[in-house]
């Protein structure tokens, strides 16, 4: 069973730092490509960071290039994995509902389309007060 399980939302003032984690397991980790998704209250989910993608290359919006970081912990004997976001200089709207997911990348990778991705975990929340 894949599971994909977020950890490390909370409550932060604006220039304040989070680290989310993404746990990994039940899939093979480097055929899959990881995204971290937001959406915040009335607004679509939106594509926040991937790693992993089949070209090799990360990916980040414009919104929050220079400010947050993706990375992951995978050992190839294990099989768990767990991808980062760590998140500085955190603003207002960066307030959100963050979501990691995973999309089989062997061959392509749509991330940071949201409908691309195969599987999603439930979400931590991340509110940033001013």
């Known amino acids: 069973e894949v599971q994909l399980v977020e950890s490390g939302g909370g409550l932060v003032q604006a220039g304040g730092s989070l680290r989310l984690s993404c746990v990994v397991s039940g899939l093979a980790f480097d055929d899959y490509a990881i995204g971290w998704f937001r959406q915040a209250p009335g607004k679509e989910r939106e594509g926040v960071s991937c790693i992993g993608r089949t070209d090799g290359s990360s990916y980040y919006a414009d919104s929050v290039k220079g400010r947050f970081t993706i990375s992951s912990d995978h050992a190839k004997k294990n099989a768990v994995s767990t991808v980062y976001l760590q998140m500085n200089n955190l603003k207002p709207e960066d307030t959100a509902v963050y979501y990691c997911?995973?999309?089989?990348?062997?061959?392509?990778?749509?991330?940071?389309?949201?409908?691309?991705?195969?599987?999603w975990g439930k979400g931590t929340l991340v509110t940033v007060s001013s």
């Open positions: 997911a995973a999309e089989f990348a062997r061959y392509s990778s749509s991330c940071p389309r949201a409908d691309g991705m195969d599987y």
